[in-house]
């Protein structure tokens, strides 16, 4: 059995305090958090599709885009 993982993944120090609705952090080792891109949050944000999945589609949509640019809006850069 096989699995596809979507997922964000930045320093958790740069996340918001707290995610847009739907979007939950995995803690990850050296200070790193994963946001898994679901089911639930393809129907909430209105992805058109996930990248690089079986419906043979490249590239990053323009709504997973946008959400990352809000995701990383407060970032300091390092």
């Keep these: 059995m096989t699995y596809t993982l ?6 958790t ?5 707290a995610l ?4 939950k952090p995995v803690p990850l ?3 790193m958090s994963l946001i ?3 089911t ?10 996930c990248p ?4 043979g589609q490249e590239g990053l ?3 997973i885009s946008e959400l990352c640019r809000q995701l990383s809006i407060d970032c300091q850069p390092a």
């Design 13 to 17: 120090d740069a996340l918001p305090g």
């Design 6 to 11: 979507q997922a964000i993944i930045a320093k």
């Design 61 to 63: 949509p323009q709504e």
């Design 29 to 31: 080792r050296g200070g």
């Design 52 to 55: 690089l999945t079986d419906d």
């Design 40 to 49: 639930d949050a393809l129907k909430t944000y209105g992805f058109a599709f």
């Design 36 to 38: 898994p891109i679901g």
């Design 20 to 23: 847009p609705d739907k979007l």
